[in-house]
C-alpha cells in the first residue's frame, strides 16, 4: 500500500474527517495529502508549519517540561469549534508527521488511534 | 475529585511567573478586541441565529456578518427589527438592488429575496463572525424595518431562544469533571490570575513554573495555530509513554486553563471540552 493510499483509507475510517496530509517536520513541507476538495497551498503550508510548532518548535519546547524528560512530543492536537487538527509523530527514523483535520466534535480517541495503525503501517511499507 | 486548596491561605505568589505571561495574554485580547459567531450549523440554524441577533438588538447598529470565506454582509439593524441591507453589499444577483433600501415592515417582498442570498451564503459558511458598530442615530426611521416575527416568516426559520451557556460556566463544568484518574493537577485562569486550582501543593507549585514556560510560547505563536475570530480553543501536547504527563490548555472568553493530564485520558478529556463547546 503506498503513502497516498493509507490516508485515503485514514480518511475514510475516521467520520468527518476532512483532510489527512503526511508532512516532514524538518522542511516543514507536506509531502502528500488527502482530502474530498483540492486544498489550497497555503492551507497545506498552515498545517506542516503548525505540526513543526507543536510536536517540534515552541509549542512543543514548551511542554517538555511538564512531562520532564528529553522525550519529544509524540502526539499534538489544535482544536477549535470550527475543525479538530490533529498531529502525529512517524514512529520512523525520519521527522515525519501524520495531520488529520476532522470535524470539531469527532471522536479524537478513534482519530488518535486510526493514525497511529496509519503510521505504523507506512513506517512498515516503505 | 480533586481536592481543592483554600486560595486564602496559600502562598500564590509562586505563580508571580505565570502572571506575568499571562499578563501578555491580556494584551492580545485587548489588541483583538471581542469577537462573537453566529450559532449552530447549517444555513437554517444560522439564520435562526442571525433572526436572533437581530431581536437583541435595540440601539442603532451596523451587524457585519463575515463568513469564513470573507463574504461579509453589513445591516442596518435598531429597535429589534432589521432596517436594510447596507452597502457594501456582495457580487451576488439582486444585492445592489437591496442596498440601502429600507424594509418597511415585515410583509416587505424584498425580506424573501434577501433571505433566498443569505440561504446561499450561509450554505458555503462554516462560521460566520459578527461585528457591531454604532450606526449614525437617525439613518433610519425608528419604527421603519421587519421585526423578528415577519423575518422568521419570510425566512421559514423557527427561532429558538437557546441560553448560551457562560464561558465560567463552562469552563468550571469541565475542570469539576476532571479527576485523579484523568489528571495531575489544573490551574484556572481568569484574565491574568489563577484563580482556582487542584492538585497537591508541591504538583501546584511545578505546574505554575511549567504553564508559564509553555504559555510564553503559546501566545508568542498564537497566530500561527488558531485564528483570532475563534470563540474557544484547546491544545493537547503529548510526549509518546501512556504513563507520562500532557499539556492540556483551554481557552473561552477570556478564561483559560492549564491541565497537567495524564497521557492515557487526555483524548479522552479534549474530546469531553470539544462537546461541550461545540453544543
Request: hydrophobic content about 45%; proline content about 4%.
Amino acid at each position: 500500500m503506498s503513502v497516498s493510499e493509507a490516508l485515503d483509507a485514514l480518511r475514510s475510517e475516521i467520520p468527518g474527517c476532512s483532510l489527512v496530509a503526511f508532512a516532514d517536520l524538518s522542511s516543514k513541507i507536506v509531502l502528500t495529502s488527502s482530502s474530498a476538495t483540492n486544498p489550497a497551498r497555503e492551507k497545506l503550508d498552515a498545517l506542516s508549519a503548525a505540526a513543526h510548532l507543536v510536536l517540534d518548535g515552541a509549542i512543543a519546547e514548551g511542554a517538555v517540561p511538564i512531562w520532564g524528560d528529553q522525550n519529544t512530543a509524540e502526539t499534538a492536537m489544535l482544536l477549535s469549534s470550527s475543525e479538530a487538527r490533529v498531529f502525529m509523530r512517524s514512529p520512523g527514523e525520519n521527522p515525519e508527521a501524520l495531520i488529520c483535520v476532522c470535524a470539531p466534535d469527532c471522536n479524537l480517541e478513534v482519530v488518535m488511534d486510526c493514525a497511529r495503525s496509519t503510521l505504523k503501517r507506512i513506517v512498515s511499507e516503505t | 475529585m480533586f481536592r481543592k486548596l483554600d486560595l486564602e491561605s496559600d502562598d500564590l505568589s509562586d505563580f508571580t511567573r505565570l502572571e506575568n505571561v499571562l499578563a501578555k495574554l491580556r494584551q492580545r485580547e485587548k489588541a483583538g478586541g471581542e469577537v462573537r459567531t453566529l450559532r449552530g450549523v447549517g444555513s437554517d440554524a444560522l439564520l435562526a441565529s442571525l433572526v436572533a441577533e437581530i431581536d437583541e438588538t435595540i440601539l442603532p447598529r451596523r451587524l457585519i456578518f463575515t463568513t469564513k470565506n470573507g463574504t461579509e454582509l453589513h445591516m442596518a439593524v435598531a429597535n429589534r427589527r432589521l432596517q436594510s441591507l447596507l452597502s457594501p453589499v456582495p457580487d451576488l444577483p439582486g444585492a445592489k438592488d437591496l442596498a440601502d433600501v429600507a424594509f418597511a415592515d415585515g410583509q416587505d417582498p424584498n425580506l424573501a429575496l434577501l433571505g433566498g442570498m443569505l440561504r446561499g451564503i450561509f450554505e458555503q459558511a462554516e462560521t460566520v463572525r459578527i461585528d457591531a458598530r454604532r450606526l449614525p442615530a437617525g439613518a433610519y426611521d425608528p419604527d421603519v424595518g421587519a421585526p423578528s416575527g415577519g423575518l422568521s416568516k419570510a425566512w421559514g426559520v423557527q427561532v429558538v431562544e437557546v441560553r448560551v451557556k457562560e464561558p465560567s460556566e463552562i469552563i468550571d463544568f469541565f475542570l469539576n469533571q476532571i479527576s485523579d484518574d484523568d489528571a495531575e493537577a489544573w490551574l484556572r485562569i481568569e484574565g491574568e490570575n489563577v484563580t482556582d486550582q487542584a492538585g497537591s501543593a508541591e504538583r501546584l507549585t511545578e505546574l505554575g513554573e511549567q504553564a508559564a514556560v509553555f504559555l510564553d510560547g503559546y501566545f508568542s505563536k498564537f497566530d500561527a495555530l488558531f485564528s483570532a475570530d475563534e470563540a474557544a480553543t484547546a491544545t493537547v501536547v503529548a510526549p509518546e509513554a501512556a504513563g507520562q504527563t500532557a499539556v492540556l490548555f483551554v481557552e473561552i472568553g477570556g478564561l483559560s486553563a492549564f491541565v497537567a493530564a495524564k497521557t492515557a485520558r487526555v483524548a479522552a478529556l479534549a474530546s469531553s471540552w470539544q462537546a461541550q463547546v461545540s453544543e
